[in-house]
């Protein structure tokens, strides 16, 4: 994908889920659940393994009005990065 949008190496985080062996629609369903448990300007970092958060996570945040920093690939897994609106 050439659209992926890399996070920062500098992001700090408030809270991790971990959402890693779960599959559609779950992440985004837990992500909508925790992102409630920080602050307005926090960030909450998503651990994945299902390949569609990559598409569901982005157009959430957009339609939620959070900010999506990008992601990083790590062996595995996938961690996203949301900024609470």
């Known amino acids: 994908m050439s659209d992926v949008k890399i996070a920062p190496a500098d992001v700090v985080v408030a809270r991790t889920l971990d959402a890693k ?3 559609c629609p779950m992440p985004l369903l837990r992500t909508k659940k925790e992102i ?3 602050n307005s ?3 909450l970092e998503v651990l994945g393994t299902d390949p569609g958060s990559r598409n569901d996570l982005p157009g959430w945040c957009t339609r939620a009005g959070h900010e999506f920093l990008g992601e990083k690939e790590e062996t595995g897994f996938f961690c996203f990065y949301i900024k609470k609106k």
């Open 21 to 23: 062996g779960l599959s």
């Open 36 to 38: 409630d448990k920080i």
């Open 41 to 43: 300007g926090e960030v």
